[in-house]
Every structure is written in C-alpha cells, then in structure tokens.
C-alpha cells in the first residue's frame, strides 16, 4: 500500500515475505524506514554489521544506512520520506530526532513490550485502513497515524534504556547533541564544539552521558566518524587520502593511525578483507 501525490510525498506500508523482501533495498532520498518484524527471528545486516531482531522488535534505518542483506519470515515495513513528514521540523510533536532516526552511530532497536504490543497492532490496523481512504482529509489523517506509531516507539525506546532516568530537559540535550554530531562529525571531532552549540560545558555533557549511556560523547563521535570511513572504504572507490580528507583528518597518518586503534587493522587492510568477502 502507498500513498503518493503530485507534491512527491510518499509514505508505504508494506508486509514482507520472503518472496518481496527485495523492497527493502528500493530506498530513495530522505527516505525513513522501519521494519516490525513479527515473526520469530529476523536477521538483517546494515554496513556489514549483522542484527538478528526477535518477535515485536523493530528496527529503523535512513537514506544514509546500506543494507547488505535480510532473511525473514514475515514482518511489516513502513516507510516515509521527508517531504511526506519531516522529523527535523515536526520534533516537538514526536520527539524521534536524534532517538529513532539521525542517532549518531547506533540503529535504534526498539522492543514492544508485551502490554504494548496492542497499542502497535491496533495503529498499524488503523493505518491499513485508512491507505483505502482516497478524500482530501487522507493526508492528515495518515501523517496523524504516524506521529502516534513514533510516538508510540520513542516511549518504547525510553522504557527499554537508561534514558528513562533523565528529565526531560535532559533527555532532550542527549537527543541534540546525537543529532549534531550527525551533522558535523566530519568537520568538528573535539566534544568541546558541541557542547558550545548545546550552551554546557563539555564536564556537564560527560556527566549526562554518565547517566544516560555506557558511551562518552567523544567516544560517540569517533563511532560515528569511523562509521563513515567503514562505509566509504566498503562501498565507494575513493582512495584513503580521498576519504581521510573528507572526513577532516588533515593527513592520512593521522587517519589511519585513527582508524587502526580502533579497528585493529589500517584502512588498507580493511579494504582489502571487505573484498574477499565479497567474492
């Protein structure tokens, strides 16, 4: 099922099956995905890394994520992009910036808790539904059914992680700071930038992050660097220098110094094995 209009607004909701799972690797620009599997075992593997998904955990994925692969029985994917609704813009009603989407190197798991699990079937009912609908008040309708599904994830989210401890002014800073390293990760690597857009001192954000997370914001940066540097060296056919440059390092020692504490190997090697695996 997809709703599509002349303004290129597009939102689909799609049961998978083995025999169209393919759709899955159809994304386009701005697109925003989540796949609720409902079976009981979904692997999936994003930028080489493997996730297997247990009955009622759904997992979102962006424009930016590169699925490799995915085996499953049955699960329900829906899918929207950002002129259709724009999680940026409408953060306030939902609050899935920097939660669900643009979460700065982890893919959000969300696991729908027993008693929960009637509040996603009976919207995800309610959605199929009104896909039928062909009036003017469809739009709305359907951008309202969303918000709710978001909603309805992001209290999942909170309920399963250390989240749940912070207020909400807090919780809003963790969210921030994971959606502008998102965006600047490959100019700005010090805390201290970050801190200065979010007005703390970068000791207040260590302290929150204490509470919130077994990650240090410095650690959360470089992930998110060596993320991309994973992702170029696998799928593009830029050279090291070309890619240490892009991401900020001004040479290519210091690039692959980096990226060998951390990866255990340099970027070469990398390479280098991701290609025998593909063959």
Not at 9 to 35: A, C, R
Not at 186 to 191: A, E, K, M, S
């Amino acid at each position: 099922m997809v709703y599509k209009n002349d303004a290129k607004e597009i939102l689909s909701l799609i049961e998978l099956s083995k025999t169209n799972s393919d759709i899955v690797f159809d994304v386009h620009e701005t697109d925003m995905t989540f796949i609720w599997n409902v079976e009981e075992t979904l692997n999936i593997t994003v930028d080489k890394v493997p996730y297997q998904l247990s009955k009622n955990q759904i997992i979102f994925l962006t424009e930016f994520h590169k699925v490799d692969g995915i085996d499953l029985d049955k699960a329900r994917m829906l899918r929207f992009n950002q002129p259709f609704y724009c999680i940026v813009n409408h953060d306030n009603e939902v609050g899935s910036k920097g939660l669900l989407f643009f979460g700065a190197t982890t893919i959000p798991i969300v696991t729908i808790a027993d008693n929960d699990v009637k509040d996603f079937e009976i919207t995800w009912d309610i959605f199929c539904r009104e896909m039928d609908q062909q009036d003017l008040l469809q739009k709305d309708m359907l951008q309202a059914i969303l918000k709710r599904m978001l909603i309805l994830c992001v209290r999942s989210l909170k309920k399963s992680t250390q989240l749940n401890k912070l207020d909400k002014t807090q919780a809003d800073i963790v969210r921030e700071f994971n959606y502008l390293v998102e965006g600047h990760y490959t100019r700005h690597h010090d805390v201290a930038f970050y801190a200065a857009k979010l007005n703390r001192s970068p000791k207040t954000l260590s302290n929150l992050f204490s509470l919130a997370s077994e990650r240090k914001p410095l650690t959360i940066i470089h992930d998110r660097i060596m993320l991309h540097a994973r992702r170029q060296i696998v799928y593009t056919k830029l050279s090291i220098k070309e890619i240490a440059y892009g991401l900020g390092f001004e040479d290519i020692q210091t690039f692959s110094r980096f990226f060998k504490n951390r990866q255990g190997m340099s970027p070469v090697q990398y390479r280098e094995k991701a290609a025998l695996q593909q063959n």
